[in-house]
């Protein structure tokens, strides 16, 4: 079952792979993208979708940095209070008996 699953993750990543490349293939006409004060990029339209996703890539990752910093720094810290918690210590005492027999199922 596990070869199984290992061949169908590979023919899906070779049908993306050609899809893109074909994709690729089909736009290399060039295209002008033109920016502010009058600057203009002419490119094959392929690289400027490929930039446009790179682009759109790098500022989704930057955003995200500052929470992934954040969580690592509260992981951290709770796996130092985890440690501190569970360092040898005197046995913590049995909790009493409850005074009443629990109710319901």
Not at 38 to 56: H, I, K
Request: hydrophobic share 55%; proline share 10%; net charge positive.
């Amino acid at each position: 079952m596990k070869h199984i699953a290992w061949f169908f993750k590979w023919i899906l990543k070779a049908a993306i792979f050609f899809t893109l490349f074909a994709f690729a293939l089909n736009n290399q006409h060039d295209v002008t993208v033109r920016f502010f004060f009058g600057q203009q990029w002419t490119a094959p339209l392929v690289l400027v979708v490929l930039s446009a996703f790179a682009l759109g890539l790098v500022i989704g990752v930057l955003g995200m940095v500052p929470r992934w910093w954040r969580h690592r720094r509260a992981a951290a810290l709770a796996r130092r209070g985890h440690h501190e918690a569970t360092a040898p210590a005197e046995k913590p005492a049995a909790p009493p008996p409850p005074s009443q027999p629990p109710y319901g199922i």
